[in-house]
């Protein structure tokens, strides 16, 4: 098995290192709290379901968070502040799904693998995503360090109140999956089927 070695936004496989359930004996409290056949086919969310209470919470905090956008930041820009915490993080399952997200919901394919590739540093294109990109990093190096700065500079990038919540959240909310997963198995890059003649 191949594990890759830098930040992609190309699709990668995940192998945990504890069993998960196998989607055959999922109980209905289970397969309820999976929500979804997408979920009950990913080992990781069936080793998260062996405590379905806490991953129904879980799955539920992370689709409002990354999908109601009838108000505050796109989707683009949750997503975004996704990418730069796992980047911060190492967790390069994680960067690699969000990062795909960032450039499906805006378009911006360098501006996003600049990011994988430099770190938050890097100049993102624009001041929107430059500032998204430092605070998601502020608040995953240690939250307490995350403050005022921080806000007047998305504030001075064009950020409404809602917006700043919605990437605080997604900073937040990955700073703590980043953590959960690096602990619970590693990526890896699937293997590729050659096709029969």
């Known amino acids: 098995?191949?594990?890759?070695?830098?930040?992609?936004?190309?699709?990668?496989?995940?192998?945990?290192?504890?069993?998960?359930?196998?989607?055959?004996?999922?109980?209905?409290e289970q397969h309820e709290a999976l929500l979804d056949d997408g979920r009950r086919a990913m080992p990781y969310f069936r080793l998260l379901a062996r405590d379905p209470q806490a991953l129904r919470a879980r799955t539920l905090t992370d689709q409002d968070i990354f999908f109601n956008t009838e108000g505050g930041a796109g989707r683009a820009e949750?997503?975004?502040?996704?990418?730069?915490?796992?980047?911060?993080?190492?967790?390069?399952?994680?960067?690699?799904?969000?990062?795909?997200?960032?450039?499906?919901?805006?378009?911006r394919y360098d501006d996003v693998q600049r990011l994988l590739d430099e770190g938050v540093g890097a100049d993102l294109g624009s001041e929107s995503w430059n500032a998204i990109a430092h605070a998601a990093d502020a608040l995953t190096h240690l939250p307490l360090d995350f403050g005022p700065d921080e806000i007047a500079r998305l504030r001075a990038a064009?950020?409404?109140?809602?917006?700043?919540?919605?990437?605080i959240n997604g900073a937040a909310f990955f700073h703590w999956a980043n953590r959960l997963m690096l602990s619970l198995g590693e990526p890896e890059i699937p293997t590729r089927r050659t096709p029969h003649p």
Do not use: K
């Not at 359930?21 to 999922?26: A, G, K, N, T, Y």
């Not at 190492?90 to 499906?104: D, M, N």
């Not at 064009?158 to 990437?167: H, K, S, T």
């Open 1 to 28: 098995m191949s594990r890759p070695e830098t930040f992609t936004q190309d699709s990668l496989g995940w192998t945990p290192w504890l069993e998960p359930v196998p989607r055959e004996d999922l109980t209905p």
């Open 78 to 107: 949750r997503e975004l502040a996704a990418t730069a915490t796992s980047r911060t993080n190492g967790c390069i399952y994680c960067a690699s799904v969000h990062s795909a997200a960032a450039t499906r919901e805006s378009g």
């Open 158 to 167: 064009g950020l409404e109140d809602a917006d700043i919540v919605d990437v």
